[in-house]
């Protein structure tokens, strides 16, 4: 089967992912991509979403808080602001933080209470149920 | 002759102070680890950056697409864009003293290029990345967008004014001179050159060192040289795009220092902005292929451009911390063994005057028993 290199590299971890894949599934600011391998030359913009890394039938997630993705016909660089496999996820923490920026949004929308950046807040909020997705824990 | 409770004083104060030396030595030493984990961790990710601007930019120059951040410092100067600007330079030091000659490496290195009068060409960092241009490189480019003409003459007067004081250097006038020479004066003392200037500096003793001589400077940042994080680099790379985009500023240079090797660390000048130089555009014209830019050109352009400075400018605060514990520690484990050979010469000192003093008094001695017979 034909395969892509992937390189994850963040700017505090340096590279967190570096293996060739057969399919990378991602969110960019203009929605959900599937890169295959042979793909167009593209650059665009991620948002904080739960990866889904294909390789060898099998199927590793891997969380990115947003950053810049590059596909080349034979090389998709991601460049993460942060990125996280399952195993570096606490989870009671991302818990706690999902429960914390969901209240955020809710009081921001509900008050308007403008000592919440909403969009701070919703952000918060993405990144907290992308680690949860990662983790294998359903988010409604 | 020296009595021996002075050397015994003399002895206990070097002591102390190479106990503290060693201490420091210890701190900067497991700081140092950190710092040089960080910086490690944080290559792949500048490079990266830089791989995909350098494509990224050289298609789009190939398309022949137009936004100010594509634009090479000829094609700027050639429009006239930001032409009163000032210019600015970071400057990366430390926060406190007792690393050695690093900062002041850092200041010479920074009044080179800030003073820089292009004539002398001695100093310039030559081994470095191509695509790294230098203030220095550009200054015939930069003194020819400056309203070459009102400035000089300021600068005539200033030269008359001060005499010989100034250094005044002969080099191609560029613009509307007609290709006359314009004598340029920089000095620090050279006011009108200083209003020119705009500084943004890390590390205390970068502020104290640049106020002292006058400099403008418009943000300092305290505290964070040994451990730099992320949203401090963030924070100057919104200031400096915001005054670009106002042009308020024409050139950006950084100076910082590099990090090679823990017994090697070398002050270094990089051009921020504009971010394209002139390798970008030959890269342009090797790589015509397609790219696809989601959301669309502009967007991502304006989004990305500044990450890469942020990223850069990061990279730099990780080199210059590293750099700085690895100078202080070298710095202190020289102190400590300085004290050391101190410690021994002051204690030979110390038997021989205490033999002396023994020696003397079996003479008193055996004087006063020779002279009872």
Redesign the interface.
Known sequence: MATILL?V???????VFAKDINMLICR???GELGILPKH??????LVPNAMRIKVDGGETLLFVSGG?M?V?PDKI?I?ADSAETPDDIDIDRAKAAYKRAEERVNVAKSKGDAAIDIGRAEAALARAKARLLVKGVPVD | MANLQHIRRRIRSVKNIQKITNAMDMIARSRFNAARE?L??????VT??K??MR??VG?MRGQEFEHPFLKTRDELIAEQQNANGKFLFIVIASDKGLAGSFSSNVFKSAHDTIEYDGTDDGTSTGDDDEDENFHKKNFDALAAVKPVGQRSQKQQRQMSATGGMARAGAHKGGGGQGGGNIPVAREYHDADYIDGIELITVGRKATTHFKQRGYNIIKSYHGISERPQ?KYAKEITDLVMERYASGEIIDVTLIYTRFKSAISCVPDDVTLLPLVTDDFVKAGDTLK???????DTVT?LD??MP?RLA?RI?GAMLHSAASELSSRMNAMSNATDNAQELVGRLNLFYNKVRQAGITNEINEIVGGANALE
């Open positions: 390189e590299a963040t700017p505090d971890k340096g590279e960019s600011i203009a167009a030359r593209l650059l665009t913009e810049f590059e080349t660089t460049l | 960080a490690l961790s944080n290559i792949p990710y990266k950056t791989e995909i494509r990224v298609q992320y292929e397609e790219y696809i830019y989601e959301p991502l989004k990305f990450r990223t990061y």
